[in-house]
């Protein structure tokens, strides 16, 4: 069987041969790096999926507790507003009281 190589015709043996070195040893080569340029890939994938991913978590993190803090607020803010209107309604009583007393 004939090969054509450009402008050459080598026979199936001649052209192995010939290309002995690109043909039976490169593409091994060419396949163990593509491999572990391949492995590498997927671990700088994992390296960053998992980077991302506590990134993703401590901003989590921080939200929560933020909310937290805003309810913490909230609840501190109706607590003094509750007391505020308690405290109004004593003083209100307290005015009827003496107008009370003065009729």
């Known amino acids: 069987m004939k090969v054509k190589e450009g402008k050459n015709e080598y026979t199936t043996t001649d052209y192995y ?6 043909f039976l040893k490169e593409p091994r080569k ?17 390296q960053a ?12 993190r921080k939200i929560n507790d ?4 805003a309810m913490d607020i909230e609840k501190a803010s109706m607590e003094t507003r509750n007391e505020k ?3 109004l309604k004593k ?3 307290f005015k009827q009281q003496k107008r009370d007393k003065k009729k």
Not at 66 to 69: H, Q, T
């Open 49 to 60: 999926k998992n980077i991302s991913l506590s990134i993703i978590k401590k901003k989590e």
């Open 91 to 93: 003083m209100e009583l």
């Open 30 to 46: 060419l396949c163990e790096k593509r491999k572990e340029g391949i492995k590498y890939h997927y671990e700088l994938y994992d």
């Open 17 to 22: 041969k010939k290309q002995k070195d690109t």
């Open 85 to 87: 209107e308690a405290l």
């Open 66 to 69: 933020l909310k937290k803090k």
